[in-house]
């Protein structure tokens, strides 16, 4: 819908404003849309380290599941499952986004020394696992937070570049055009009001002469007489 506006001199200089204002905000938009760009490039990056490194533990505890049900009492998967997932926060392109930074796990409540060796390294490859799947987490939720961002951004550059911009501009040229058609008419107005006071002038002066003439004439009769 076109915007609607007054064909007046305030107009003109709200418009001019607006264009002013919408000018000068438009590449800090941009630049906040590239550092969202690259941030948004370098959590997906790092997912896919994240998930690699994932596969990776895994497989390694994987190599202990066969012979964790010989080891009663021993609650590997509770065990390994974090207690608590600490989390800092950091600010990018102006947007807070949540930061990982450690995982707590409980303490081992079976006997050292009543179980198998391998059961401790298992313990430490489930935690590792659990310990990398909390990181990713984390990083996703960076993602969604900036990319929801970026979608905004996105929308105003486009809001400003192919809406209000493009509207300030046309009222512009709009009200210009409609001033100077005034303008114009004023000027010529002005010109015929002059040319009138002009022909009035040079009518009453000849006038003024006529009667000088009479004047000299039916003094010079006169003189004859």
Known sequence: MAVKFKLTRPELKRFRDLLGRYTRYLPMLKLKQQQLQVSLRKISIRQRELRGEIDEAQQRFDSYRAVL???AGVAIEELATPTDITTGRANVAGVEIPVFEDCEFAAPTYSLFGTPPWVDRALVDLRNVNRIKAELEIVTQQY????????????????FEKIKIPE?????????IKLGDEMTAAVGRAKIAKS????SEDAEAARSRAGDAQ???????AGSI
């Open 196 to 199: 009138k006071i002009t022909e």
């Open 144 to 159: 969604t937070v900036l990319h929801e961002e970026l979608t905004r951004i996105v929308q105003r550059v486009n809001l």
């Open 168 to 176: 300030a501009q046309e009222a512009i040229r709009v009200i210009r």
């Open 215 to 221: 004047e000299m004439a039916a003094e010079e009769e």
């Open 69 to 71: 049900v010989d080891v």
